[in-house]
């Protein structure tokens, strides 16, 4: 790369990167205790038991042009005998998402 007046550039020298389609924020749960979201992608989280075990995935519904709060949640849960993903529903909020994935187990 060069810079304004021909001459190369430092190494990392006024280069700025833009990210894009950063992993947006877990959504916040008031009654599950005892679980934590972790980031799997965009729109995307393991939800996780207090000792680190995966128990299914929450994921937000296609945008479509609809805000946030008009996208209902969906919670997932991997079957080994079928080698892939069943859904256990779909939900309007992340904590009945996530409390039918805790009772479901």
Not at 11 to 19: F, L, Q
Not at 32 to 39: D, H, K, N
């Amino acid at each position: 790369m060069f810079d304004a007046e021909r001459k190369p550039m430092q190494k990392g020298a006024g280069v700025m990167t833009t990210h894009t389609g950063l992993a947006p924020a877990a959504p916040r749960l008031v009654r599950a205790r005892g679980v934590r979201l972790v980031s799997a992608g965009r729109d995307l989280w393991r939800v996780t038991d207090g000792a680190g075990i995966v128990i299914g995935h929450l994921s937000r519904a296609a945008s479509d042009g609809a805000s946030d709060h008009e996208r209902p949640y969906r919670a997932r849960r991997f079957r080994p005998s079928s080698a892939g993903f069943v859904d256990v529903g779909t939900f309007w909020s992340a904590d009945d998402a996530v409390d039918a994935l805790r009772f479901s187990r």
